[in-house]
């Protein structure tokens, strides 16, 4: 399955970006999305995931300013970003798999569960 990210780029302190992936190809009842971010040097961290059921967990980094969503119509997820901060600059990455998740669950492991991952999108936050 290939996952086609887009809407980095870079914003202010304070400011928004929305973040779109588009899994091709990906049509199952059951499935687990998400959004991992990471920064060079430091490992990848988990910032949204969302099951099939819609029920979402995020980081306690972006609970507040950060929403995950998707919309079965478009087959699109997305990530949308408020309130940036400068530690909010990173690579961010979609994920998927097609089995069920605990949302919860899967915060804390590095996004070892997901099988399918997009190229990767710049997010910069300036101060």
């Known amino acids: 399955v290939r996952l086609v990210e887009s809407g980095g780029g870079s914003a202010q302190t304070g400011g928004s970006l929305r973040l779109s992936c588009a899994p091709s190809?990906?049509?199952?009842?059951?499935?687990?999305l998400g959004w991992f971010r990471q920064v060079s040097g430091k490992e990848r961290e988990a910032v949204a995931i969302?099951?099939?059921?819609?029920?979402?967990s995020y980081a306690d980094s972006v609970k507040g300013r950060f929403s995950i969503s998707e919309d079965n119509a478009k087959n699109t997820l997305y990530l949308q970003m408020n309130s940036l901060k400068p530690e909010d600059t990173a690579i961010y990455y979609c994920?998927?798999?097609?089995?069920?998740?605990?949302?919860?669950?899967?915060?804390?492991?590095?996004?070892?569960?997901?099988?399918?991952w997009g190229q990767g999108t710049q997010v910069t936050v300036s101060s």
């Open positions: 994920a998927a798999d097609r089995r069920a998740c605990f949302p919860l669950r899967l915060l804390g492991n590095g996004g070892t569960f997901f099988t399918d």
């Open positions: 190809g990906y049509s199952h009842t059951e499935y687990c």
């Open positions: 969302i099951d099939s059921d819609g029920s979402a």
